[in-house]
């Protein structure tokens, strides 16, 4: 290519003004236009997907750099309970990673590094620094499960003063009452919970708000009062037969296993298709005899979709499989049987059809989902009360009920302090390099390690972690997608260096045109494959792996890089 009249090009001056048309407001330091929240939320899938708006780049680069104490402090600042999360989360962030496009392989195991992080920190409490002094507010949380516990942590550490009442004798809700200690350690949870109510808050556990306290003086005493009940009523078809023995409700079920203890029948339905129906089938697999053994029709789950439409992550379905329970899809509920007065099976529709069929059962379990038990708050509103969590939006999961808990925890501070006190910024920075190599786009995703059929009990946990080298390559496989390559238009000679080098069809563009808006975002853009046709070069985010290919090929220093993070700032004073 003839680069005459290009080479001035070569002797702009780096100091210029920062063009409208770059894809953030400033080239360094904090941004906060409508531009640059736009671009964390088109260019890191994985933070916007999760409801916490963690940031997985960040930590996932702590990791691969062998710091897993600070990966550990970024989740624990974000998602509050990083050990449970990397266990039990529902991980739309994996849903959403650029790494699982079409062509590009398989999503980070972004839930399991997450876990590793955890478990290679010490587990002493780290306790978080107070973003603001005591402001003498008083807040009251009803409810202890990961909502009111996650409004806990981000009040305390806004200087409020918290008190949370418990109606169970320990904390945790659905952490204690739902999830199997095979799926999630006891001890882990005390451990994440200690790290919370060490921050000063105030925990009465045995208090029923309704019965012990009315919820209108608890109201008259605090400045606000949190309602993070969760979902604690049971949904019960309303089927012939339903009154029979042997008929039990999922969670019930759970608790007991976990607490009294308790026991199945020789031949077992569990009804449903999401988290509580996995749960409750794995621990009858477990009271019912070894993991190990022949299932022999003892036990399987009924659900009326088809496999396609279950919601829990691929993972959990794997190990259903593993641990032998058939699922039987497309199986509508129509009555409970009975024979000599006791449960012996269900009576099915095949869904969407005529068919009928029946199955043997002398137990059932029903996972049919929950909804917030209401009676207690007796239709009380007030302006002080506030529901977070599933209490408020209805059966979800806990990474949904903690970004809940945490949206809500900011309005209610500014109905307490009259003011925005934390404020969201685009921190940009200059950098060098990302740190990676080619070959970490090839790493393949590192399974999860579980534990041998025969060794699975109530108790054992079944995925036992990633050891420290799979830690480290899963963590290198992430592309760092908070990095921003842009080609400097100014600078930039046309050359094509870059063209050659992208190892993406669409991630560097020859372009004919661009459309920007007012705030200097593209819009709209035309590409063409004709040089003669081509006005710019121009980078796809959308499309970019963040290898740096084109930044080494380019001859003339036309691409920057820079950092691109979401950060919160205290801003304002109280009034
Ligand atoms: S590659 Fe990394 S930063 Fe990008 S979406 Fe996946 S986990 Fe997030
Ligand atoms: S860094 Fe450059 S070459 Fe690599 S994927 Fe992104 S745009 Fe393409
Ligand atoms: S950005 Fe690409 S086309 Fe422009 S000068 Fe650099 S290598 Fe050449």
Known sequence: MDLSGQLAKLFKPNERPHPAEAELSVAQGAANTAKDFDWLDRN????????????????????????????????????????????????????????????????????????????????????????????????????????????????????????????????????????????????????????????????????????DIPLHQ????????????????????????????????????????????????KRVIVIGGGYTAMDCARTARRLGGQVAELNDGKLLIAYRRTRDDIRVIPDELEELDHESIPLECSATPLAYLETDGALS??????????????????????????????????????????????????????????GHAKKTVTEIDHFLMG?????????????????????????????????????????????????TPAALTEAQRCYRCNYKFEIEQDKCIKCDWCLKAKPHENCILMLKTITYDDAGKATDWESTERVREMNLIWINSDACTRCGACITACPVDAISLQKVTLTHENTGEPS
Request: glycine share 10%; proline share 8%.
């Open 345 to 402: 099976g269900m009576r099915f529709q095949r869904t969407g059809t005529d068919e009928t069929f029946e199955l043997p059962a002398d137990t059932v379990l029903l996972a049919t989902g929950q909804t917030p038990d209401t009676d207690w708050q007796q239709n009380l509103t007030h302006p002080n009360l506030f529901l977070v969590g599933d209490y408020a939006t209805g059966a979800t999961d806990l990474i949904s009920a903690i």
């Open 218 to 265: 608890l109201i008259d005493q605090h400045d606000a009062v949190i309602a993070a009940a969760g979902t604690l009523k049971p949904n019960q078809p309303n089927l012939p037969g339903q009154t029979l023995p042997g008929i039990r409700h999922g969670l019930d079920f759970l608790l007991e296993a976990h607490t009294s203890g308790t026991t199945v029948g």
């Open 44 to 211: 890191i899938p994985c933070q916007k997907a999760c409801p916490a708006g963690t940031d997985i780049p960040g930590y996932l680069t702590a990791i691969a750099e062998e710091r897993p104490e600070d990966a550990y402090r970024i989740n624990l600042r974000d998602n509050i309970f990083p050990g449970i999360l990397g266990r039990v989360c529902s991980r739309p962030c994996e849903s959403a990673c650029r790494h699982g496009y079409e062509g590009l392989g398989e999503p980070v195991a972004i839930c399991a590094s997450k876990r590793s992080a955890a478990d290679e920190s010490p587990t002493d409490p780290v306790i978080l620094e107070p973003y603001f002094p005591p402001t003498q507010k008083s807040i009251a949380i009803i409810g202890s499960g990961v909502a009111g516990l996650a409004a806990a942590r981000e009040l305390a550490l806004l200087g409020h003063t918290v008190t949370v009442y418990e109606k169970h004798t320990e904390p945790g809700g659905m952490l204690n009452q739902g999830i199997p200690e095979f799926r999630l350690p006891r001890d882990l949870i005390q451990q994440e919970i200690k790290q919370v109510i060490a921050l000063g808050i105030t925990l009465h556990c045995g208090v029923t708000i309704g019965t």
């Open 419 to 467: 003011t925005h006190r934390r404020t969201p910024r685009v921190q940009v920075q200059t950098a060098s390099a990302i740190g990676r190599t080619e070959a970490m786009d090839q790493l393949p995703r590192n399974a999860m390690p579980t534990l041998p059929l025969e060794q699975r009990t109530t108790t054992a946990e079944v995925e036992t972690g990633y050891e």
